[in-house]
């Protein structure tokens, strides 16, 4: 007998953002980019911490935890017979829609229906959830669009009931009540394997009464929600009627005509060509072949969803410019810069120019690059941080998402050419505040010279810049002497208060990012900038970087490291390439699937990945043995000195490439 087919609030979420994946969801031949076990990305923003801080509101309170459909709703109706009753995950069918409800509060025939997220909200910025134009705050859509879908599925179940719906949030205008209120909320698993979230001891006057979550009403804008004609991602312009259209089609399993556009380049259901070897399909690839007559060939040459931070894609796909062979430079619009850097524009273009030249061969900027060198002084220092910032803040006093600084590593390369793993840092101690440590250390390791010093996006200057907001309200004794630091080394934010100070400082961080989006493009990076893509892509490459780092010098006396011993980082595949560099560190995390690991790792231009903050998060909230935490200390130290040898890497080959001209 087939298990029922129930339209969920996470399906349902999934078809507001394309109609199409609803038939994509749950089918193992059809993988999906997104995590397999969400959980993980929970353990980097404190997702469950939130969701139970929010039930430690409601003490009287009763959870139904069973995961099974039947017996989660028949649980759900026993409690509703009560006249006053508060449920936790109360499961209500309505129909084929089914939905569990995060905080349901019943006072005989009246019904609040909350939903818990770990977002952060202003009351100031964020009241009413509308924009200028009175129009629902696209930020805050696919939240409200939830809601309103679990208020029409608990309004269908008790039609004469009055249902009131609201979202709770984390108040980012709140403040911490106490120290280590974070602390309270582990992260256990079961004899089962079912994770959980436990409360190991009971919440403060202080810390119920100082509540971090604000619960908003949000009945105003589900009404306009209810009242507004949807004019994309949907079967029918009115919200209920998408609604019930969504539900017959997944009981059915009828697929959806699909309607591509620029939302296609977020798809996750798409996998690489040694799954589709195997049998398995892209669902992207899918859609595209239905609507374009599109061939595997076709997705070989590339399109226009491929270029590098490029707005004009969606004008290119109103006109049926798909294929960026059919780009010209005047779709792009890429000036001829005055200067010899490149501009954005004129990168895209450069990308797509390649393409179309079946070009190869790595772009680079030598007298652009040249100019910057000459002004940068040995010993050159280069460091990488790693930062997390979670809901439910570590110390009293402190905000939600308020930056914590864990880790860094820093590397020094020499006038003589020598280089060596000079530095590093890393704090995972349960409970303690490590960012005025982590600077003191940072200034102990670079305040000895006057040398250069690099970073990787502007990430590193602007945690920085937070560290010495809080050294100014804090009472530490030392705090002029490392604000006075920390500014020598960075620059003022760029968006600041009236009246507020600006700095440069005589020794600001170089980003490395910003070079490389002004002088340097290989091909295979493709439309990213991440230094994990940069680097195999300058191994590869590079003759002399594959020369050098074939023998195992690196963690030897010719080229020192803090946790790594007679290293090559040249290792071939079957095709002759250069493996990335960051597939041979030893595994971070042995119960996570590579599946995971690799989405984990993976990195835009401006946000660290999310394995550190993930190995963080676990060491803070989850019970682990002491061999465990060593392990996972050791492979985050590693992880962090390849970001940092990366980039001297990336020096190394620009250096050369100057050289041979």
């Known amino acids: 007998m087939n298990k029922p087919r129930y339209l969920t609030k996470s399906r349902f979420k999934l078809a507001m953002e394309c109609p199409t994946k609803l038939f994509y969801t749950g089918k193992k031949e059809y993988p999906s980019t997104k995590l397999d076990d969400p959980f993980l990305q929970a353990l ?15 003490p009287d309170g009763i959870e139904v935890s069973s ?30 829609l089914f939905i569990r409800i995060d905080i349901l509060i019943k006072k005989g025939n009246s019904f609040e229906l909350i939903e818990v997220k770990a977002k952060s909200y202003s009351s100031q910025k964020d009241a009413g959830f509308l924009n200028k134009s009175d129009k629902v705050d696209s930020k805050w859509l696919s939240y409200l669009q939830d809601v309103a879908f679990q208020k029409y599925v608990l309004q269908g179940v008790f039609p004469k009931s009055t249902v009131s719906s609201y979202l709770m949030l984390v108040d980012n205008e709140s403040t911490c009540p106490s120290d280590g209120l974070n602390q309270k909320f582990k992260l256990t698993v079961d004899e089962n394997g079912r994770r959980s979230v436990n409360l190991s001891s009971p919440l403060t006057d202080a810390e119920l009464t100082n509540q971090i979550l604000k619960k908003i009403c949000t009945d105003g804008v589900v009404r306009k929600i209810y009242d507004t004609e949807l004019t994309e991602n949907r079967l029918n312009s009115s919200f209920i009627e998408n609604i019930k259209a969504l539900e017959q089609h997944y009981i059915e399993d009828k697929r959806i005509a699909e309607v591509i556009g620029v939302k296609c380049k977020s798809c996750e259901f798409r996998c690489s060509s040694d799954d589709e070897v195997a049998g398995l399909m892209s669902g992207f690839k899918t859609c595209w072949k239905n609507q374009l007559h599109w061939n595997d060939d076709d997705f070989r040459q590339g399109s226009i969803l491929d270029i590098w931070n490029f707005k004009g894609a969606r004008k290119l796909f109103e006109q049926n410019i798909i294929k960026l062979k059919d780009v010209t430079e005047e779709d792009i619009d890429a000036p001829v810069g005055p200067d010899l850097a490149l501009l954005p524009k004129e990168r895209q273009w450069l990308q797509v120019e390649k393409i179309q030249k079946s070009d190869s061969s790595a772009y680079f900027q030598n007298e652009g690059m040249r100019r910057e060198m000459a002004s940068w002084n040995y010993p050159l220092h280069f460091i990488d941080f790693e930062t997390s910032a979670v809901a439910i803040p570590f110390y009293k006093g402190m905000q939600p998402y308020e930056g914590i600084a864990f880790q860094f590593s820093h590397h020094i390369m020499h006038s003589d050419g020598r280089i060596e793993h000079a530095g590093q840092f890393l704090n995972t101690e349960v409970g303690q505040f490590p960012n005025f440590d982590f600077v003191r250390e940072l200034k102990k390791q670079l305040e000895n010279d006057t040398g250069s010093i690099f970073m990787y996006s502007p990430h590193e200057n602007s945690t920085l810049n937070l560290i010495g907001r809080q050294l100014l309200v804090s009472n530490e004794k030392d705090k002029d002497e490392l604000c006075s630091f920390i500014k020598t080394i960075t620059r003022s934010p760029k968006i600041v208060k009236k009246n507020s100070e600006k700095w440069c400082g005589d020794r600001a961080m170089i980003d490395l990012l910003d070079l490389v989006k002004k002088y340097y493009y290989d091909p295979s990076m493709g439309g990213s900038n991440s230094i994990k893509y940069v680097l195999p892509a300058i191994l590869n490459s590079s003759q002399y970087l594959k020369d050098k780092y074939n023998q195992p010098i690196y963690g030897t006396n010719e080229m020192p490291s803090l946790n790594l011993k007679n ?25 996570v699937s590579m599946h995971d690991v690799e989405l984990l790792s993976e990195t835009d231009e401006l946000n660290n990945g999310g394995l550190a903050l993930t190995a963080y998060g676990k060491l803070q909230f989850t019970e682990m043995s002491d061999y465990e935490r060593e392990e996972l200390k050791k492979a985050l130290l590693i992880y962090c000195e390849l970001d940092t040898f990366a980039m001297v890497v990336v020096f190394e080959a620009w250096r050369e490439m100057i050289n041979e001209k």
């Open 67 to 96: 995961l099974d459909y039947d017996e989660a709703e028949k649980q759900t109706l026993e409690l509703l017979e009560r006249d006053e009753v508060i449920i936790f995950e109360p499961a209500i069918r309505f129909g084929s």
């Open 44 to 58: 980097a923003n404190g997702g469950h911490q939130v969701g139970e801080l929010a039930k430690c509101y409601y």
């Open 567 to 591: 290293k090559s980082w040249i290792q071939y595949d079957d095709a002759g390439k250069v493996i990335d560099p960051y597939k041979s560190l030893p595994k971070m995390f042995e119960d």
